[in-house]
């Protein structure tokens, strides 16, 4: 007997074939034009008398990037990550580009050079919707009382790395708004993307603070006046994604990502030739979150996806769709079909409540790309 079924695809997981994917794609990333982006001293001692004790004055947060200064980052990172984009070259990247945002690209740029159609990176420039640049200096309150969940002066002051998170809109139709991170490592380095992730169709990105005072960083392990800690809403959202009835799932709100992803994996488990294995983790230091004006948090995060996909009957053989065979290096795998993914996503984690029930998180951006198949 002989079978075939198509692999995984590249953009938001569907099962289907090249052209198909292809017009999926093209139809979330129109949608996602609809994407919500939500907006939002001290005393000295004098001649006698003496006045009254006063409590010092906190010193109001300051942005860790002037508006002069972002412009100037965006229009640099724009033209490196365009003249990349134009050569397909991810070394032209590296004076604004790393990490993740690295990777992902360079996989586009590959699958570029083996299938003429597949799809090109997401330009990452144009108008830039929000800037969520670093805060230095400690949030305050008056009378030198602290807010609630007010970082603690030594992380107000701004240590590094500092994050910096922004949304850009390309001018080019069908283009979703970006949602990139940026990482200052030290004071002497630059501001580089790490990850980027299109904005969902009908996503909702809080109201974070004022560009005039900069946004403080949350500790990604924390769950202080969260309803999860950042690195645990990104854990139990890969839990969700890889398994359509895991109990995690019950936290997060439905997006469109998940669901992609999960039609995927219910076509393979419906053919019964082969015998498939999904697994998925976040990358270890990937996950970096800033706190919002409600108290929760926008968190970023990337997934490491794998899949093995084993024929177990005899003459059965998996025909493989177009970009995973010009990465495998063949047309079809008769044994044994591996495949790698990078996925980044973005959460608004909400702040915990009063003992009622949790909110769910919302799911506001994602991407991803296939890296790496092998057939035998």
């Known amino acids: 007997m002989t079978g075939a079924l198509p692999s995984r695809a590249t953009l938001l997981g569907r099962t289907t074939s090249p052209g198909r994917r292809r017009g999926a794609s093209r139809a979330l990333r129109a949608a996602a034009a609809a994407v919500v ?5 001290g005393g000295c001692a004098g001649e006698q008398p003496l006045p009254a004790p006063r409590p010092q004055g906190v010193p109001a947060p300051a ?5 002069d200064r972002a412009a100037a980052v965006h229009a640099e990172v724009e033209e490196a990550v365009a003249a990349a984009d134009a050569a397909g070259d991810a070394a032209l990247l590296a004076p604004r580009v790393t990490g993740a945002a690295q ?3 360079a996989a586009r740029y590959r699958l570029r050079q083996l299938v003429e159609d597949a799809p090109a990176p997401a330009p990452l420039g144009g108008e830039a919707l929000r800037d969520v640049v670093p805060a230095v200096g400690l949030p305050g309150a008056q009378e030198g009382e602290a807010p609630e969940r ?3 002066p030594a992380e107000a002051a701004a240590t590094f790395p500092r994050t910096w998170l922004t949304i850009t809109q390309s001018p080019e139709a069908g283009q979703a708004p970006q949602l990139s991170v940026l990482v200052q490592e030290d004071a002497r380095g630059p501001y580089r993307v790490v990850t980027t992730a299109g904005l969902l169709p009908g996503a909702v990105v809080p109201p974070v603070a004022a560009p005039e ?5 949350v500790d990604p392990a924390s769950a202080e006046g969260l309803v999860l800690s950042p ?5 139990q959202y890969a839990a969700a994604l890889t398994d359509p009835e895991a109990t995690e799932a019950a936290g997060f709100a439905d997006d469109a990502f998940r669901r992609e992803v999960l039609a995927e994996r219910a076509e393979a488990d419906a053919v019964d030739f082969f015998a498939l294995e999904t697994s998925r983790s976040p990358r270890p230091g990937s996950v970096r979150a800033v706190a919002t004006a409600d108290g929760g948090a926008l968190v970023v995060g990337v997934l490491e996806s794998r899949s093995v996909q084993a024929v177990e009957a005899e003459g059965a053989v998996l025909r493989l769709d177009e970009q995973t065979a010009a990465l495998a290096g063949r047309e079809d795998a008769p044994g044994r079909l591996e495949q790698r993914w990078l996925e980044v996503v973005a959460l608004s984690v909400p702040p915990a409540g009063d003992g009622g029930e949790p909110a769910q998180v919302q799911v506001v951006g994602a991407d991803r790309v296939l890296v790496e198949a092998s057939a035998s």
């Open 213 to 217: 005072q900069g946004a403080p960083p």
């Open 103 to 105: 990777e992902v690209r």
């Open 231 to 235: 690195e645990d809403a990104v854990a």
């Open 37 to 41: 982006v939500a907006g939002i001293a």
């Open 150 to 152: 007010a970082p603690a």
């Open 63 to 67: 942005p860790a990037v002037p508006a």
